[in-house]
């Protein structure tokens, strides 16, 4: 059910000319196809699983929905520790569309966590995609599924170097998001905000393609304003540890606009709120991926700071919504993207407690006692962040569906079948 309490059978929506409504066992059966992995613990005799099997087999169905013709299943071993990965023996089916309503898109950054759920929407509504990543956080395996398709192509590259291609509309997502990973190699994440920007936007100018990019909350820094509006010019450290990627993409916006006013590129700017969802990065060091991995395992939660500090967290499907809104209507103004509930760290990790146990339980499994344990707070880490969504609401007619305690559920079952297979 939705925040209104209506069934949820599809996402997207019919809007600004742009069809991009999907049902959502479909889109399911995709980001949760690979994580329901069958064990050989009795093998297969001619083909068949045998019965141990069957309560797996009876799992698996429960998240494919209907969609076992496209479907494939991967084999554990686990006296060997070793899996057997097959690939689909059919495609999804997707839309067919003429070709004046097909459009050639570009996804960079199209095998991290954000970009492979806007790859998987964007090909089963029928349009050619290209997936331009170099996997340094990203992974083959969140697009995998669509390897092979004529109208899907994947090249491993970095946007730092220019690149060269016919499109209609550029997703630039191409971006270390967490914090262990954009400061990892600081220099890298700003010259990728920079450069990667900058080569974007040049093919966009050369073919005339609408370009869209992902920037973030953190522009906004450590706010003195709450919520924050676009408006607001934020509260950022240029010198601290998280500059490279605060500053990275406030730099990032300002090359995007220049390319607006002076070459007349058209441009969309989404400023991104925490997201969460299946495919997320589970050691990526963010709050909802860290507090549902320690209590699946039965570790303390760590929470840094007092548990005072705030966040709004929106569920992937949400953003993709939005993203796609935002790059099909007319609006060129930054748009914050992100989900208004408001929750102290603290709460949140109570909650997050309480689904993980719901889920065990529900499981037949009785959960282990999970304390929240507390450690100093990192440098210049914000102390609230709230999205101020008026734009969006009015300008794209767009507001989160999905509530916090569904997306976390859903979340929960992810790592938790993670685990089963051996991947975490």
């Known amino acids: 059910m939705d925040v209104n309490g209506t069934e949820i059978k599809t996402v997207g929506f019919q809007r600004f000319g742009f069809d991009c409504e999907v049902p959502i066992d479909v889109l399911r059966s995709l980001y949760l196809r690979p994580h329901y992995v069958t064990t050989s613990s009795g093998g297969l005799t ?15 169905a429960r998240f494919i929905q209907g ?11 686990p006296d060997t520790q070793a899996i057997s990965y097959t690939t689909l023996s059919r495609f999804p089916p997707v839309k067919l569309l ?11 950054g199209g095998a991290g966590f954000v970009g492979s759920h806007l790859v998987d929407r964007l090909m089963l509504l029928g349009h050619e995609v290209t997936v331009l990543d170099n996997f340094f956080t990203g992974s083959k395996t969140t697009v995998s599924h669509w390897i092979g398709h004529p ?32 400061q990892f190699n600081a220099v890298k994440t700003i010259k990728t905000s920079f450069m990667g920007t900058l080569n ?23 706010p003195e304003v709450h919520p924050q509006q676009e408006d607001y010019w934020g509260h950022v450290n240029p010198i601290g540890p998280r500059a490279c990627y605060d500053e990275g993409k406030r730099v990032a916006e300002t090359l995007t606009y220049g390319f607006h006013r002076q070459d007349g590129v058209d441009v969309r700017v989404a400023r991104i709120f925490n997201t969460y969802g299946p495919r997320m990065n589970p050691a990526d060091g963010r709050v909802v991926s860290n507090f549902i991995v320690q209590a699946l395992r039965g570790e303390d939660m760590t929470l840094y700071g007092d548990g005072t500090q705030t966040r709004s967290f929106q569920y992937i499907h949400d953003l993709i919504d939005g993203l796609i809104a ?48 507390h450690k100093p707070m990192p440098t210049d880490d914000p102390q609230k962040r709230r999205p101020d969504t008026t734009r969006a609401k009015e300008v794209l007619q767009w507001q989160p569906r999905w509530t916090v305690n569904m ?18």
Not at 46 to 60: L, P, Y
Not at 67 to 77: F, R
Not at 408 to 419: C, D, F, G, P, W
């Open 67 to 77: 969609n076992t013709a496209y479907q494939s299943k991967s084999i554990y071993h």
């Open 151 to 182: 109208n899907f192509e994947m090249i491993r590259h970095d946007v730092v170097e220019p690149f060269m291609i016919e499109c209609d509309q550029i997703y630039h997502l191409a971006c270390p998001a967490s914090p262990p990973h954009y």
């Open 407 to 424: 997306g976390l559920e859903e979340m929960v079952r992810y790592y938790k079948a993670k685990m089963t297979e051996g991947s975490i």
């Open 326 to 373: 935002l790059m099909n209507s007319d609006e060129t103004r930054p748009v914050n993207i992100g989900n208004g509930d408001e929750f102290t760290i603290g709460d949140f990790a109570e909650l997050v407690r309480e689904i993980v146990y719901k889920v065990q339980r529900e499981d037949g499994v009785e959960p282990q006692k999970v304390n929240i344990v």
């Open 200 to 222: 974007m936007l040049g093919l966009a100018k050369r073919t005339k393609a609408r370009f869209l990019i992902s920037s973030t909350s953190e522009i906004y820094g450590d």
């Open 46 to 60: 001619n083909g068949i699983f045998s019965d141990e099997n069957a309560k797996e087999e009876e799992q698996h």
């Open 98 to 108: 003429p070709p004046y309503g097909r459009k050639r898109i570009l996804v960079t």
